[in-house]
């Protein structure tokens, strides 16, 4: 026994925390998250919504964005104008995890034929190094040009108006309330759409893009927190409304300033002045009440001297930069309006020349121009400017290759010369500027059954970090934002939620930030910030790199405020009208259309087309909030918020009664939407209208995932999920069930193969122990999406069931990171995946990833049942494992994978693995 042990503990010598000990999660300063919903990606990012390329945002706050953009082309023929907006010839090639250097691929000559690839590398927080690798891999010789594009880019909601008034005084806007009041209650005032304060709407007529709505009915009202002090001799306070033509609204204003006014419209905005004189010194709550009239779209209030002028002015973009050229020294200042920042461009070719675009885009009238090489300026609308370095012609002979640079920086105007003087120098260090792009210290090894898929990974891990926007607006503030495509230029909830998981592979970091994004502070407004299909994804980003990191930190700043998303969702806080029915049915109607995120869900459309959201409950709903119920569950005992359990094991029992009552229908196998009449009762399937179930599909099928099924309903379920008569398509799995009568071979959802909703049947199936279901969706997935990606280069949406082939978004990241989840679990030594119902308290693995030791909790809120872990370990070696001392089954499904069934036991325990050879 005594060599037993001493042998153990030289295998386990030297053993590292996974994650855990990363950097980049302990160096987050969870505290510096509580106020924002901003992600940390650095001031330079790929965040143009225009043109792919670099951007450097001066202000976060002031949503202006700096860009610039190489387009490339044959000379005097076809350019490759990047668009983020459609399909147009450029791919996200290569992006490093920290988001420091990436590269885009230009294809002038399909495929790899004639190319670009543009280089961006963040040297310094002023200075990116552009380098633009010209390639000519046919037998003709090839005159390529390169266009250096930059220009300033203001938010979507530009303010046509802003307020001149004298200094000391202090201007709020309505959206910036201590309290709102309506008179007429709404399920989503605890729940507003895109993180917007509740009554807050947005337009370009209002000051600052914002204003409030009050008045639809008489006494509604806001009040505002006043403390202002040095305001001056015979202060008065102003307001700034609109209201429409010819209509009235009368308000009471009480607090520190009492008063009734009456409001006239004329269909713009107006200045108003209170009678009253206000004191030098205010401290004290304002309160604006609506008591008739029509409603009022309030844009806020102005604190000034007595006699100070206040009005309205237009305002006028600053589209059109100052230029500072100097062509001998190949190098340019630009300095826009509304930017304190100056900027400078330096390039290293010869054969240029100086231009400005003076049009607001570039797809049609740059392509109409090119062969327009002799006018410095190209006049189109003036309704947009580019600064425009015209390099040409970059002559490459057959087979050859040529790389151009450039460097953009930013600064003081001397900070720029600088800058500009040093590129030489600074061109001379980074002698590594053309190699692969690699992050230190990130993990590079793959087992040799995965190096197939390396490709298809590395370009959806690039569209996954250059999928990056700003501005986006949400709770009164401009943030960066992981977007899932950026033809989608919004908050999207459940997307985000996959972008976090597939962030868990490439950078803990950031997942922190994604989920953060989502997730508001105890007792805000808005339970969490909602924008589409209300599925709590975060839940399970955050229980991936919680199993992941074991950081407490981590853990104590997320628990709570994921408390309080779930219980919105459960129907307990607020304005929540999820759970209304007495039946104990769950249903989110009243936040989204999509109750799953499959747009066309057959049963879903049915409920819609009927008008019947009142009355029809789907599955999903229910049976997500079971399995975030008992993931809290497990996150409150490691919190030391045991007293929580209670709550969670009380929801439980009732939602999983509820489903199993009055949702399982043995006729057709699944569990079914269920009608409810006026009294919430329920009574009934919702079906079809030849009177088959409505929910033959996977929404029937969710509550394997909340683990509630009888050891009849899971085998009926499995079998519907793997047999190709239902839910097993020639491209994964399905849906909708391929034997119902509303099944469709070529529906967007109905009839393709999405990857979110296999993430979840493959993390079920771990919990389930069945860990060869589970690599029979991951392979598959693998090998579908590497197949079209590998041929197209594209990261598509979805798969068409029948043939394999991508369609949607063609720069897809959000639904589609579960294939990065796939990849680390069967293929990076070093990775250790479960379930839902493996909660890991600690967890080593050794330098060489030969052996690995946790500690496991279960989740004891499921009955005791076989469970399933997956470890990829260092191929040289076999292995064998124990769970509290005893020999456990384990498979090796190739050299470095092996696939471990853990006791039909919920008692905590040891896992160890170890080599034998």
């Known amino acids: 026994m005594k060599r037993r042990h001493t042998v153990l503990l030289s295998v386990f010598l030297g053993m590292q925390v996974l994650y855990a000990q990363d950097k980049r999660i302990r160096s987050i300063q969870f505290k510096e998250l509580e106020n924002t919903h901003d992600i940390s990606t650095g001031k330079w990012g790929p965040y143009s919504k225009q043109y792919a390329g670099i951007s450097h945002i001066p202000e976060v706050s002031t949503g202006i964005r700096f860009d610039f953009s190489v387009v490339p082309g044959y000379y005097r023929n076809k350019i490759v104008v990047p668009n983020v907006l459609f399909e147009s010839g450029y791919f996200p090639w290569d992006f490093s995890s920290d988001m420091t250097a990436f590269t885009y691929r230009y294809e002038l000559e399909w495929k790899d034929k004639t190319y670009v690839d543009v280089r961006y590398k963040i040297l310094d927080s002023a200075t990116v190094l552009a380098s633009m690798k010209c390639v000519n891999a046919t037998s003709m010789p090839q005159n390529i040009t390169l266009n250096l594009m930059a220009w300033q880019a203001y938010p979507d909601i530009f303010p046509a108006q802003s307020l001149n008034y004298p200094q000391g005084s202090k201007w709020i806007n309505a959206a910036d309330y201590q309290s709102v009041g309506y008179k007429k209650k709404s399920s989503k005032d605890n729940l507003v759409t895109d993180g917007l304060m509740r009554g807050e709407i947005r337009d370009a007529a209002y000051i600052d893009g914002s204003a409030i709505r009050l008045g639809e009915y008489a006494g509604d009202k806001v009040t505002y927190k006043l403390n202002f002090k040095n305001l001056g001799e015979r202060g008065k306070l102003s307001l700034v409304y609109r209201l429409r033509e010819n209509k009235t609204c009368a308000l009471t204003i009480s607090g520190i300033v009492n008063e009734s006014i009456l409001l006239n419209g004329t269909g713009a905005l107006a200045i108003t002045d209170l009678k009253a004189i206000l004191p030098r010194d205010l401290n004290g709550n304002l309160t604006i ?193 992981f977007t899932p495509g950026k033809w989608w230029n919004s908050l999207y909830t459940w997307d985000s939620g996959f972008i976090a998981i597939g962030l868990n592979e490439i950078n803990p970091h950031l997942v922190a930030d994604c989920i953060n994004t989502y997730t508001t502070p105890v007792g805000s407004q808005s339970a969490f910030i909602h924008h589409g299909s209300p599925v709590p994804v975060q839940m399970y980003a955050f229980m991936d790199l919680w199993n992941k990191s074991q950081s407490k930190d981590l853990l104590q700043y997320f628990y709570p405020r994921l408390k309080q998303y779930y219980q919105f969702l459960a129907g307990h806080s607020g304005s929540s009208s999820t759970a209304v029915l007495r039946s104990g049915l769950l249903k989110t109607w009243d936040y989204f259309y999509n109750s799953g995120g499959w747009d066309d869900y057959p049963a879903q459309v049915g409920v819609h087309r009927q008008r019947a959201e009142k009355y029809i409950t789907p599955v999903i709903s229910t049976a997500q909030c079971i399995r975030t119920a008992k993931i809290l569950r497990l996150a409150a005992i490691a919190s030391g918020n045991e007293k929580d359990v209670v709550t969670y094991d009380k929801d439980i029992r009732k939602f999983s009664n509820a489903l199993q009552r009055f949702s399982w229908n043995t006729k057709s196998g699944y569990f079914s939407y269920v009608r409810h009449d006026e009294e919430g009762r329920p009574q009934g399937p919702f079906n079809y209208t030849d009177g088959q179930d409505y929910n033959m599909g996977l929404d029937g099928a969710y509550p394997l995932l909340a683990g509630i099924c009888t050891g009849e309903q899971e085998d009926i379920l499995i079998e519907k999920l793997f047999s190709e008569r239902h839910l097993t398509t020639p491209s994964g799995i399905g849906v909708v069930d391929q034997s119902a009568p509303y099944y469709q071979s070529d529906g967007y959802w109905n009839g393709s193969v999405w990857m979110p909703h296999q993430w979840f049947m493959w993390k079920t199936m771990l919990d389930l122990g069945h860990p060869d279901l589970a690599f029979k969706i991951a392979s598959k997935g693998l090998e579908v999406y590497a197949k079209e990606t590998d041929e197209s280069y594209y990261t598509f949406e979805h798969f068409f069931a029948k043939t394999g082939r991508g369609a949607g978004w063609h720069q897809f990241s959000g639904l589609s990171t579960p294939v990065l989840s796939w990849f680390s679990a069967y293929y990076k030594p070093g990775t250790v995946t479960a379930g839902f119902e493996v909660w890991i308290n600690s967890q080593k693995m050794s330098r060489n990833n030969s052996a690995y030791e946790a500690f496991i909790v279960f989740d004891k809120a499921t009955p005791a049942h076989k469970r399933s872990v997956v470890a990829c370990m260092d191929p040289s070696k076999t292995y064998k494992a124990t769970f509290s001392g005893k020999s456990v089954e384990i498979k090796t499904r190739y050299p470095g994978l092996i696939e471990i069934i853990l006791p039909a036991s919920n008692e905590e325990g040891t896992l160890m693995i170890e080599p034998v050879t």
Request: with cysteine; charged share 25%; aromatic share 10%.
């Open 289 to 481: 009440e609506v008591t008739q009239g029509a409603a009022l779209e309030l844009n806020g209030m102005l604190l000034s001297a007595g006699k100070s002028a206040v009005n309205l002015v237009d305002n006028k973009r600053g589209d059109y930069p100052q230029i500072i050229s100097n062509p001998k020294e190949k190098n340019a200042i630009l300095k826009y309006k509304d930017n304190a920042a100056y900027y400078g461009l330096a390039w290293d070719s010869k054969d240029f020349t100086v231009r400005e675009v003076r049009n607001d885009e570039l797809d049609l009238y740059f392509r109409k121009l090119v062969h327009n090489h002799v006018d410095s300026i190209l006049n189109g609308n003036n309704k947009g400017h580019y600064f425009n370095v015209f390099i040409r012609p970059v002559e490459l002979a057959p087979n050859s290759e040529r790389t151009v640079y450039s460097l953009i920086c930013t600064g003081s105007l001397d900070q720029v010369r600088g800058r500009l003087n040093q590129f030489k120098s600074v061109l001379a260090e980074s002698v590594d500027v053309g190699d692969p792009i690699a992050t230190p210290g990130a993990q590079t090894q793959v087992l040799p059954e995965g190096k197939k898929y390396e490709f298809s990974q590395r370009l959806l891990k690039s569209t996954v970090l250059s999928n990056v926007v700003y501005p986006i607006y949400t709770q009164r503030q401009y943030i960066r934002h």
